[in-house]
Each structure stands twice: as C-alpha cells, then as structure tokens.
C-alpha cells in the first residue's frame, strides 16, 4: 500500500512541474489534488487483496496466518488486532471468546496475547489454507495438529524462543510472537508461505456508496448473562466504518493506540454444544444458518453457508458481497438456553 502511495506522491509532483511548464508558456491547467492522484492509481490497478478487496499495485502471493488472540479482559487491549484482514470472535471456554486473527495484507509488528487453539478455529484456518498460530490446545486440537492436518506453530513447543512472555502481564494472558518470528518459524519447518487464500467476493466503490437495509448505527453483541465477552459496534460516518467496544472501553492496539476500524461486521448464528466441566464447546460450522450482515451503518438480514472452508453471507442463493475493507465475524450461539442475542441501534 506503501509504494502506491508514495508513487501517487511522485505523480502529484511530476503534474506540479507540468503546471508550471504551462505557466511559463501562457497556458494553464488545474492541479489536480493529491485525493484524485491516489483515487486514479486505485483505479489503474488490476490487483487486489485477496481478503480485503483493497488495492495492491503487485499481486500477492503470501499465505495468511492465522493467530490465536486472547479476549480475556486481562488481556486488553491486544497487539496486532488492527492489521488483521479479518477477525473471527468465537466462544472459547465458558462466555469468554477468543479471536482467530487473519494476516495477509499486513504484518504487525507483535500479536497477542496468544492463545490455545480449539478443533473449530483449526477449521476456520484451515478454510484460508492459513499457516495456524495458538499456544496451547484442547484435546481435540492437540489431536489434529500431531496427526498434521495444517501447518502451525505452537507456543507449547517454541515457548521462550519464538513465543515471548511479557513481564506486564501474568500467564495465560502474557504470550507474544513477533511477525518476524512467525516467518523464521515458517521457514524452520519448511512451510510455503507462498499460498495465497482464495478472495471473498466485493462491492466496486460505487456499490459500496449505495448499501441499503434498516438502520445499524449501533449493534450489541450479547453472549451471556455475565457480559464478560460482550461487544458494541458503533457506527462513525465520518470514516464510514464501525468502531469496536469492549467492557465499555473501545477496542485498540496495545502499542499504537490505533482503534479497531470495521467495514464489514457478519454476524452468524449457529448450534453450540458444552462437552465438558471446563466449558469446551462444540460448535457447528458446516451446515449454515441465519446471519446478519452490518455494513456503511445499515443492516441486511442474511443466510451463511460454508464455501469450501469459508464462511460467506448469502441471500436468496447468491453470495452477498463485502465493502473493500476489514471483516469482523461474529459467531453466536442459536440456542435459546445460552442467552445470546444481537440487538440494534439500543440507547
């Protein structure tokens, strides 16, 4: 995204020399600003990112990661979050979720804290052919990552040489890896990481700017009684994207202070099952079901299926599109026991 830029800076330039060539000769045309610059080299391009739809001016041949994030409130506000193309929030164990974050079109700096993996993120990285990320795992996990059945690294294994411990905060929520970290670990193992996943489906600029549906400014994500992991969204016009809230304190990076900034939020529900005293769920991914796709402050009611791995929103039997942007996929429970729900625009 940098080169782009920095080349639409250079174009601006060579115009301004041009201008006052005209000048000099008696004749003038209008600068164009440096917006319209950078709008047209958006427009020149043929290349996109594969899971934001955004312009890149090479095509991309990098595999996604996939990590493990904590979202225990001992753990906010996280690092890396920001730069993920897409974030799936899932129950993990009780009413605590837990973020499976998905790189590629940018590399963080630092990601974490990082968590135990869960058969049902595996499969959901799986989906993107991702190089998979978690330190720890259930029985079933463990089980899937000996047998091989995706690339990944785990912190049970390179703890205190890929994995860090920060001294500011107390395991289980203290485990960090460095993008940097992640490549030298890739690059131990043997993995390609030059797999890039298959591109979710996107609105051209104009579409965007038309999104119908009923009014989404604000959008609570309830999981429990508790509100431990519960969630807002509010929409900001300004920039045209949502911002994120959690235990009434907005989601950003750890570091940078950069928000969290969403330009697609997928709400999908979906069976849960507890299948053990530690509140480990079973959580169904397959079959599809009722959805709610949240975009430019409106609300469309949708269908999700499973697409080879992805998850997509469709309705009447065609794959809705997301806004060019950043995706956050909210899986919830559709039992009526679990006390979950999804509710608009409340005070």
């Excluded at 958006?42 to 041949?61: A, C, D, I, Q, R």
């Excluded at 190089?131 to 091989?148: F, I, K, R």
């Excluded at 469709?314 to 909210?330: A, C, E, I, L, R």
Aim: glycine residues 8%; negative net charge.
């Amino acid at each position: 995204m940098k080169k782009w830029a920095v080349a639409a800076t250079a174009a601006l330039f060579l115009l301004s020399g041009c201008s006052n060539k005209e000048k000099a000769n008696g004749t003038e045309e209008p600068v164009k600003e440096v917006e319209e610059v950078v709008e047209e080299a958006e427009n020149n391009t043929s290349y996109t990112f594969p899971l934001t739809g955004l312009p890149v001016e090479e095509e991309t041949n990098d595999r996604a990661i996939a990590v493990m994030v904590n979202n225990h409130p001992k753990a906010r506000p996280q690092s890396g979050l920001h730069k993920a193309d897409i974030v799936y929030e899932v129950l993990a164990e009780g009413d605590v979720t837990r973020f499976l974050a998905v790189f590629q079109s940018e590399k963080p700096k630092n990601i974490g804290p990082v968590r135990s993996a869960r058969d049902y993120y595996i499969e959901l990285a799986k989906g993107f052919n991702a190089l998979y990320v978690a330190h720890g795992y259930s029985a079933e996990a463990e089980e899937m990552l000996a047998q091989g059945y995706i690339d990944n690294l785990n912190g049970m294994v390179y703890d205190g040489t890929l994995f860090q411990r920060a001294d500011f905060r107390k395991a289980p929520h203290n485990s960090y890896i460095s993008y940097e970290n992640i490549l030298k670990g890739a690059k131990e193992n043997n993995y390609n990481m030059e797999l890039p996943p298959d591109s979710f489906t996107f609105l051209i600029k104009e579409e965007s700017e038309k999104i119908s549906g009923d009014e989404a400014s604000s959008v609570m994500i309830t999981y429990s009684n508790g509100g431990i992991s519960d969630s807002l969204y509010e929409y900001d016009a300004t920039v045209g994207k949502y911002k994120r809230f959690s235990g009434g304190e907005q989601t950003i990076d750890l570091e940078t202070e950069e928000p969290i900034l969403i330009d697609n939020l997928f709400v999908i529900e979906t069976s849960h099952q507890v299948i053990d005293d530690a509140g480990h769920k079973e959580i169904e991914l397959e079959s599809g079901g009722n959805g709610y796709l949240i975009q430019k402050g409106k609300v469309t009611t949708v269908q999700w299926k499973n697409d080879n791995g992805l998850i997509v929103p469709v309705k009447d039997g065609k794959v809705v599109p997301f806004v060019p942007g950043k995706t956050w996929v909210n899986v919830v429970p559709a039992n009526p026991g679990m006390q979950a729900s999804v509710s608009f625009n409340e005070d």
